[in-house]
Structure formats: structure tokens, C-alpha cells
């Protein structure tokens, strides 16, 4: 089911790119072989639909080709991983559970019980990139009332937002149905007019 919505919902998308004439912005999906060789070495974990869309396009091609941003491919969400993984674990102010009280009287701008509080937690997993200060990520790693993959919102200067979509398959039909509205456009590489730029 998983990757048949995924395949269902990328193929509105490849047609709207197409018809914008920018297919060219979605890079060719990975190799399966190669996925799991970058899981195994990295230690990448990533829900099932991630995954499914990643064998169909992985990520956008440059910082932009995609709303909101540039769509990560496996390796730059690697390098991004790696990138706030390090900042924001190095400074006692963005500690992690396991830093105890002060992760969890950050203000991290997440409310609701779903996103757990701090600035910086393992299992986020960055998806969605605008120029290296706001990103979504799939939070594998969810609060009590939380699912595992929502899409949450981050930046560099707030942390956390609380939950955007509850699934990568979810935030991908968003897309869709953004591109399909009419209200987008294309602006040099950018894709403007979605809910999500």
C-alpha cells in the first residue's frame, strides 16, 4: 500500500513538473542496492515511504527544484544529518534526551505532544532543506501522541515546530495537491505558491 501511494502520488507530480517543462529537476531515483549499503554504513533509518520515493527521485536537483526548498537526495541528507547532529549537539543550550532537563525545558517552539521537546533529537531525519536554516524532517523518534515519520518543521534560530503532515506520504499528497491547485508557479528553479514555500 505504502509504495503504491508513493508511485500514485509521484506520478502527479512528474506530471506537473512535466508540464511546467522542469523535469530535469528531479534527479533519477536511487539504485536499491546502493540505499542499503548508505543505511548499513550510515546507520540511515527511514520510514518505508521515504524509502519508496527515494527509488523513484532521489531528491531535486540543486538548492531549489522543489517547494519549499531543495528535496534531499540519501547523501545530502546524510550531510545534513551530520551538519545539525554536530551544531546542535555540541552546545549544552541543544542537548538531547539524554542531556535530561535542559532538552526538555528548551523552547523549541512544538506544542501539542507530539513532537518531544529540545532542540535537537536522534531520529530526526532531514528531507526538505531551504538554504541550510529551515528544513522538514521525518521524526522517527515522536512524542506520546505523535506518529513515527510525521514531518515536522526546523530552523536553526527555533528549533521544532510541531508536526506538519503525519507521514512522508502524507506531506508528498500535500505536495500534489499544492502543485495541482493552479496557484503554483515556477520562478527560475524555485516552486512558488504552495503551502509549503
Not at 522542469?22 to 542499503?36: F, K, R, W, Y
Amino acid at each position: 500500500m505504502t509504495e503504491s501511494a508513493v508511485t500514485a502520488t509521484w506520478m502527479r507530480i512528474e506530471a506537473w513538473y512535466e508540464a511546467q517543462g522542469i523535469s530535469d529537476l528531479l534527479n533519477p531515483g536511487v539504485q536499491p542496492d546502493v540505499l542499503a549499503e548508505t543505511k548499513s554504513e550510515c546507520g540511515l533509518e527511514l520510514p518505508a515511504d521515504l524509502e519508496a520515493s527515494l527509488l523513484r527521485h532521489n531528491g531535486s536537483e540543486g538548492l531549489s527544484g522543489w517547494p519549499g526548498g531543495e528535496l534531499l537526495s540519501v547523501q545530502r541528507m546524510i550531510e545534513s544529518w551530520a551538519m545539525l547532529s554536530s551544531a546542535l549537539s555540541s552546545d549544552d543550550e541543544f542537548a538531547d534526551e539524554d542531556a535530561g532537563e535542559d532538552a526538555d525545558e528548551a523552547d523549541s517552539g512544538a506544542e501539542g505532544g507530539r513532537v518531544k521537546p529540545g532542540w535537537w533529537r536522534d531520529g530526526w531525519q532531514p528531507i526538505v532543506a531551504n538554504h541550510g536554516r529551515l528544513f522538514l524532517l521525518a521524526d522517527l523518534n515522536p512524542d506520546e501522541q505523535g506518529t513515527v515519520g510525521q514531518i515536522i518543521g526546523f530552523s536553526s534560530d527555533g528549533g521544532p515546530t510541531d508536526a506538519l503532515a503525519p507521514s512522508f506520504t502524507a506531506y508528498l499528497q500535500s505536495i500534489a495537491d499544492d502543485l495541482e491547485s493552479g496557484d503554483a508557479y515556477v520562478e527560475g528553479t524555485d516552486i512558488l505558491g504552495t503551502s509549503w514555500d
